[in-house]
């Protein structure tokens, strides 16, 4: 089946600006989750959305947000850029049931740069 | 604070020989590992998972041990191929989907 799919794949943007990022889970996943990565800090957990509800959240500011749609599909928005908003973001997909862990699968990622 | 850290940055192996990444963790509430496996332009991709009720899980040439007292975990992988080449992650749950991840470790396999 199809995996997690991220669009777009690049983006420049400058500061100030704002953007959004869109995530398509695989089929049958209701849970999303978003990541960002950037040199020296690894990946670092932003929120998870679990049937269109933010399930849980990481520490970012509130100029980081989203959103997940009836579909699963979900999107992140970043207002008011910053420079230091220039990261790898990655979304991942799983099936979200049960209180144990449910494997990820992640996306390829979007490159935001912001000049 | 980072609660899951990987202390050492890259790490270079000869094909053939053991690959040996190690992970520490600070939250004693994780119950479950992982270790994942990311090369450039791609996202991550699981590798190989742990139960904190366990302390060793295996799968063909990758080994992950978990030393709860020590919050140290590693992953061994043997022998080494060149298509291990990559950054390897190690992450951390407790009860939910959310990752911990550490800031990861560049394997080099050479010939």
């Known amino acids: 089946k199809a995996g997690v799919t991220q669009t777009p794949r690049y983006l420049i943007k400058t500061r100030g600006q704002q953007v959004t990022l869109s995530c398509s889970p695989i089929s049958g996943h209701r849970s999303v989750s978003w990541y960002q990565q950037t040199p020296g800090q690894g990946l670092q957990f932003l929120f998870e959305?679990?049937?269109?509800?933010?399930?849980n959240k990481g520490n970012f500011p509130g100029r980081f947000s989203g959103r997940q749609f009836s579909n699963s599909r979900s999107e992140m928005n970043v207002s008011t850029l910053e420079l230091g908003d220039s990261a790898l973001y990655l979304c991942?997909?799983?099936?979200?049931?049960?209180?144990?862990?449910?494997?990820?699968?992640f996306g390829p990622g979007t490159r935001l740069t912001v000049l | 604070d980072q609660q899951v850290k990987q202390n050492s940055p890259s790490l270079s192996v000869q094909e053939g020989r053991i690959s040996i990444l190690n992970c520490d963790y600070t939250?004693?509430?994780?119950?479950?590992f992982l270790w994942y496996k990311k090369y450039p332009a791609e996202g991550p991709t699981f590798l190989i998972s742990?139960?904190?009720?366990?302390d060793k899980n295996e799968d063909g040439r990758f080994t992950v041990f978990l030393n709860k007292s020590a919050k140290h975990l590693s992953l061994h992988i043997v022998p080494s191929q060149p298509g291990d080449s990559a950054v390897y992650f190690c992450?951390?749950?407790?009860?939910?989907?959310?990752?911990?991840f550490g800031t990861g470790t560049r394997l080099q396999v050479f010939p």
């Open positions: 992450a951390a749950s407790y009860n939910t989907d959310k990752l911990i």
């Open positions: 991942a997909s799983s099936l979200g049931v049960g209180d144990t862990y449910n494997e990820q699968f």
């Open positions: 939250n004693s509430m994780f119950d479950y």
């Open positions: 959305y679990f049937s269109e509800t933010q399930r």
């Open positions: 742990i139960s904190s009720i366990k």
